[in-house]
Structure formats: structure tokens, C-alpha cells
């Protein structure tokens, strides 16, 4: 079982998204804004985030800097309902594994959530065996 954080600041999406994603056998972890967000990660071992890129406090792009300046190798997917080809650039380059555009279609979230934690596992087991 995957532990997850959905960071999203509107309270219906957030619920909606974490009882997806609970629903497929995922432990779900949510915060409602970037501080939030970094919280749980310091207190939880989180294998993949899900954040909406617009949040009150940290936008999730300067929520994923700070957990990469800390250490955390965990993917994100960034969601958004603003999204131009820029923003999609500039959190591909800060190391987003995905992008998201709102309103979300969960097949191809769900699709996402899947392809980024097979391909994290693949990564350690990969760190592993060179060990």
C-alpha cells in the first residue's frame, strides 16, 4: 500500500481525489495548502503527491522545490485549471513526474498515480541493486 498526500486547497476536490484514490488501495494523506503539505511529509513517509499548483502560502512548485532541497525523491503530479505549455514546463523542470489539467478526468489521474509509483519503485529497487 502506497501512502499519498493531496495537497488542494478546495475541500471538495481534496476529499473527492483521496477517497479515489483510498478506494485503490492507497493510505491518503491530505493538506490543504503547501505548509500543511510539508508537515505531513516531515511526519510521514509519502511515496507520491498530488498538488494543485495554485495554493494559498507555497504554490506547488515551490512546495516541490523545498521538498527536493530536502532530501525527498518522491514524485509529484501537479495538478491545475490555469495551466498554459509554460507552467507545464517550468514544473517538468523543477522534477514533476506529471502534469494535470482541471477539471480532472480520475481515469487518467488514476492512470498517472499508477505509472508514477511503478516507476519510483523501479528507481529504488535500481539504487538498491547498485548498493
Do not use: W
Not at 502506497?2 to 492507497?26: P, Y
Not at 504554490?59 to 498554459?84: H, K, V, Y
Request: proline letters at 2%; a negative charge; hydrophobic letters at 45%.
Amino acid at each position: 500500500m502506497s501512502s499519498i498526500l493531496v495537497v488542494e486547497d478546495e475541500e471538495i476536490l481534496r476529499e473527492e481525489i483521496a477517497a479515489l484514490l483510498g478506494e485503490n488501495g492507497h493510505r491518503v494523506l491530505t493538506a490543504r495548502d503547501g505548509s500543511e503539505g510539508l508537515a505531513c511529509m516531515s511526519q510521514n513517509s509519502i511515496q507520491l503527491v498530488v498538488s494543485d499548483l495554485n495554493l494559498p502560502k507555497m504554490n506547488g512548485i515551490e512546495l516541490l522545490r523545498t521538498c527536493r532541497t530536502a532530501g525527498s525523491d518522491a514524485p509529484f503530479i501537479i495538478m491545475t485549471a490555469f495551466g498554459s505549455v509554460d507552467t507545464a514546463v517550468e514544473a517538468m523542470r523543477a522534477g514533476a513526474s506529471d502534469y494535470l489539467m482541471k477539471p480532472l478526468s480520475f481515469d487518467e489521474l488514476l492512470s498517472k498515480v499508477d505509472r508514477a509509483l511503478e516507476s519510483a519503485e523501479l528507481r529504488a529497487e535500481n539504487r538498491m541493486l547498485r548498493r
